[in-house]
């Protein structure tokens, strides 16, 4: 039986999804892509000198959604702990960890704005100085975010495996969500330890399948909701 906490959470983790996802996709896409070029940091950084308050709209955004990614892992949490309550924790740590290292991305980029600032002794360095040391910092973000990347494939990985021993939503979408949460720890470990992956796998591609298994959970759960499992549950119910 389900309990009136899981439908809640079920309800919550849609609702969040849909707007946390609305944010940063349209921060990024309108506040931060535009300047953003890839694995330069340093000619990013030159952009974002003279794009400074596009940038910080950006950064609001990307709080946003990391706060976001918590409330998730929560709902998540919430809803397949019955299944099996130590997977499901280990899951959301996971999650945790995505979350994380998301926010320090948000801290290397403050820290990159406040460098091309040049306030105080950072004068002595120059724009050209400064440049190079915030865009160090800018691909130190992207070098975190890639290593969180890794915890939420895991994360969702563990999540879609405990979806599909529930029955809660169709077998067939959550076996898609661990093939597609697989894809994404792959290419995460594919990117930080082969310094030419990017070119053999284009990035734009390597959130796609497990997006589109968020995407379609999401509105599973917010149209349908969880279906009661046909057997009650008793596998690792703590």
């Given at each position: 039986?389900i309990?009136?906490?899981?439908?809640?959470a079920?309800?919550?983790?849609?609702?969040t999804?849909?707007?946390?996802?609305?944010?940063?996709?349209?921060?990024?896409?309108?506040f931060?892509?535009?300047?953003?070029?890839?694995?330069?940091g340093?000619?990013?950084?030159?952009r974002?000198?003279t794009?400074?308050?596009a940038?910080?709209?950006?950064?609001?955004?990307?709080?946003?959604?990391?706060?976001?990614v918590?409330?998730?892992?929560t709902?998540?949490?919430?809803?397949?702990?019955?299944?099996?309550?130590?997977?499901a924790?280990f899951?959301?740590?996971?999650?945790?960890?995505?979350?994380?290292?998301w926010?320090?991305?948000v801290?290397?980029?403050f820290?990159?704005?406040?460098?091309?600032?040049?306030?105080?002794?950072?004068?002595?360095?120059?724009?050209?100085?400064?440049?190079?040391?915030?865009?160090?910092?800018?691909d130190?973000s992207?070098?975190?975010?890639?290593?969180g990347?890794?915890?939420n494939?895991?994360?969702?990985?563990?999540?879609a495996?405990?979806?599909?021993?529930?029955?809660y939503i169709?077998?067939?979408?959550?076996?898609?969500?661990?093939?597609?949460?697989?894809?994404e720890?792959?290419c995460?470990?594919g990117?930080?330890?082969?310094?030419?992956f990017?070119a053999i796998?284009?990035?734009?591609?390597?959130?796609?399948?497990?997006?589109?298994?968020?995407?379609?959970?999401?509105?599973?759960?917010?149209?349908?909701?969880?279906r009661s499992?046909?057997k009650?549950?008793t596998?690792?119910?703590?």
């Open positions: 039986m309990e009136r906490s899981q439908h809640y079920a309800k919550t983790f849609s609702i999804y849909l707007v946390s996802y609305a944010i940063i996709a349209v921060t990024n896409s309108r931060y892509a535009p300047y953003l070029i890839w694995e330069n340093e000619e990013s950084a030159r974002f000198i794009h400074d308050q940038i910080r709209f950006f950064l609001v955004g990307a709080i946003l959604y990391g706060v976001g918590i409330v998730l892992l709902a998540l949490y919430v809803i397949l702990r019955p299944v099996n309550r130590g997977m924790l899951a959301a740590f996971s999650k945790l960890t995505y979350a994380l290292f926010l320090i991305l801290l290397d980029i820290g990159a704005l406040r460098l091309l600032g040049g306030g105080g002794s950072l004068r002595a360095f120059g724009p050209d100085g400064l440049a190079a040391l915030a865009g160090s910092q800018l130190s992207r070098d975190a975010y890639y290593i990347f890794i915890f494939g895991l994360g969702s990985t563990l999540f495996l405990l979806f599909f021993q529930s029955r169709p077998r067939a979408l959550a076996l898609w969500g661990v093939l597609a949460s697989l894809y720890v792959f995460g470990f990117y930080l330890f082969y310094p030419n990017g796998l284009s990035v734009e591609s390597y959130e796609l399948p497990a997006l589109s298994f968020e995407l379609l959970l999401c509105l599973w759960l917010l149209f349908r909701g969880l499992p046909e009650p549950l596998s690792g119910q703590g």
